[in-house]
């Protein structure tokens, strides 16, 4: 079963707001074994909605969004309506509706909420619940047509509760099942070139995406075919496999961050970390904590920016600095050290650095940055060589010190 | 001019990824003049990218990210090559740049990266210098494409510094002015009373819109007309007009972010501040620190995301923590003391709240945020009871909080 998505609306397209909605929906379609083949974005004028109408008409399905509302430059229903060579006719049930939710609210009614009620003639009406405007289903020429409301929170009650239970039982799903494997510490590249047979082999019902982004690379796998149990089986097999293949740069699944990674092993194990941090400059700790029962396994940290409160909170002696400056293996690890102390945590990691774009010299170019890692009896230490975007450089730092401290852990 | 954008990938369609690309895309090419008709998202086989370069070919010009990795899914090259009826040439001086860019970082060559080398031969490439796929520009029958990676800082860089630039002449563009004006500390409905009639008595070339978002409401107004020069003094008349009207809301203009107007204050004055977070976790000394510079007037921060370092860094009571709680107006004037003190600087400020979406209690419910503000001199405390949303509420609170010292600051 093919689908197209359509969402009308001038905002999406001047880039005002971001397109979530058809995220949401490619999301619940694509688990549903509903194949997305296109998402167009279009103003809203007649011209346009014809135009789209046109370019989506050989899906099976299209899921369209926008333009129901009450105001002036709403005008889906009507387009469609002359799409369809179809009049608009009064739908006397949805406007008791809206009646009554008013009533209810005790808000005022107003003469366009009225006009909200005149649907194509050849609509069926999906309820809705959470709102004034009325989905509609449409069947035209092998299509169906659904039109809903832009507001995600209608739209989002209208797919599951309307759209999806109707889909249920369409002979024409396939199957589909994915699998994201997330790895770190790596490029795209050195991973292909580990997992190349690997991937010449996959047989013609399963693809592999690689999705890269601030020092990590996502894998995607994705099966279709006949029997959904069957596909879930086969890709079991396959992350297996690539488990055995680069086990060095997978971290999680799904979803899974690299903080969460870092956070789960603690949190087993009741142990506690902190952060002591210069360039990053609290970066890691918000990371860290944005995510909910952190609190859990992460005592704090010291942003120490300055010199003197590197030496101040965390003891790096002056000496250290005159001799070997902030941005040295010497300071990360006497960081590393003062952290542990003062934050009374189990294991603490630690970064100082160029950011950048300015204070590179010579020796120290902008995008070097020392990093280290540690519990009481050992510190490891890592330089890495960066970039010249500032936040780009406290990005990759932040996953790469997790990981750093992720297999710190796993080696305890 | 109009302009189509092309985003070529699965995992925009099945939602495993949000396509705010064509979200940025579109306000850029907006702010310049030029008209998005339509955002177009496909999946990265041959057939879906024919058919979009079909769909997109009566624009002025195409963006296109997307599809441009080193590895087999990345196959946009290869339909453009045949789109255009040319071949895939050999790109020498794209090559060398990617031999020398992993050189310097002591990374190791893959022979995909040569693959990546291989562009249309009526291809001109825009140099990208944050990555390894170079950009692509092509006339073809009177429309232009542009063809970027997906990665989106490397897709920022491509339009900013080399697509941007090369438009600017084309006579195409209908003359467009914009100026920003950035308002915290209240909300929309109240601005828009406090400017009813400066917002009625706009002329028609002159729009006004209004874009909330975390605890701020940026004005943009936007002119379009005959000569540049004649609709930036206009404007340049209706933001002072502005400020007779709102000034104590305005905090910057443009760009601008609080931190960085917080960091100007002190930079003139030659004094420093730091930060005592508990529930924000850090991200107020990130969202300081990400700004280049931000050294001369950020000392640093003590996260204390435990009791326990409250009071051992910081210096609160046991008693006052026993007597009225982490989340307190007491706790966090008592972590403005022990910063100023420890972080040894002229400001400071500190947060203690429950972020959520868990810890709430009936007397202190998810969204209770306490924020204090001071110097050796005085101390201001203000409660905040915000939602359940705990990324909003970081962000509303670090917002606010750098305001609160934007205004200390500004009485002192």
Redesign the interface.
């Known amino acids: 079963m093919k689908a197209k998505i359509l969402t009308i609306g001038d905002e ?9 909605n ?7 379609l ?1 688990m549903n074994g509903i194949r ?8 809203d004028t007649r011209a ?1 909605i014809l135009r ?1 109408l046109e ?1 989506a008409k050989d899906a099976d399905i299209v899921l369209m969004t926008g333009g129901l509302g009450p105001t002036k430059d709403d005008i889906t229903k009507k387009v469609l309506a002359e799409y369809f060579g179809v009049e608009l006719v009064f739908h006397e049930h949805s406007y008791q509706r809206i009646v009554k939710y008013f009533e209810m609210r005790n808000f005022q009614l107003s003469p366009s909420h009225k006009q909200q009620c005149y649907l194509p003639a050849n609509a069926e009406v999906l309820q809705n619940d959470r709102g004034t405007a009325p989905g509609m289903w449409f069947e035209h020429e092998g299509t169906i047509y659904v039109s809903m409301p832009g507001v995600p929170m209608e739209m989002k009650h209208l797919v599951t509760d309307r759209v999806l239970p109707r889909l249920q039982d369409d002979e024409r799903l396939t199957p589909i099942v ?1 699998r ?1 494997i997330r790895t770190i510490g790596t ?4 991973i ?2 580990q997992i190349a047979d690997f ?1 010449n082999n996959l047989p013609d019902h399963v ?7 601030r020092g990590q690379v996502r894998l ?1 796998l ?1 099966a279709t075919g006949a029997d959904k149990a069957d596909l879930m089986a086969f890709l079991d097999k396959k992350v297996i496999e690539l488990q055995g293949l680069i086990p060095e740069y997978i971290y999680g699944y799904e979803k899974e961050t690299i903080s969460e990674a870092v956070g789960k092993i603690l949190k087993q194990r009741g142990q ?1 970390f902190g ?1 002591a ?1 210069s ?8 990371r ?3 995510i ?4 859990a396994y ?9 010199n ?2 590197k030496m ?2 965390l003891g790096v002696e002056e000496a250290t600095l005159k001799a070997h400056g902030a941005v040295s293996e010497q300071t990360v690890s006497e960081m590393v050290k003062g952290a542990l102390e ?3 945590v189990d294991y603490a990691l630690a970064v100082s650095g160029i950011a ?3 204070g590179g010299s010579p020796e120290k170019p902008v995008g070097t940055i020392w990093t280290a890692v540690g519990n009481k009896k050992e510190i490891r230490t890592k330089k890495l ?1 960066l ?1 010249n ?4 450089n ?1 990005q990759i730092t932040s996953n790469y010190t997790l990981n750093l401290l992720r297999k710190f852990l796993l080696e305890q």
Request: charged share 15%; hydrophobic share 40%; aromatic share 6%.
């Open positions: 999406i397209l001047i880039g005002q707001i971001v397109d979530s058809s995220a949401w929906i490619g999301q619940q694509n997305i083949e296109e998402i167009i974005s279009i103003g346009a789209g370019a994915h994201t490029g795209e590249s050195v292909a070139d991937e693809k592999l995406a690689y999705l890269p982004g995607r994705t506690m952060t941090e360039c990053t400059g609290g970066f890691i700790a918000h860290t904590t944005e909910p029962g952190s609190s992460f005592g704090g940290s010291v942003v120490a920016y300055s003197d409160i101040r909170i003062v934050l009374n950048g774009p300015g060589m970039t975007n500032r936040m780009r406290i």
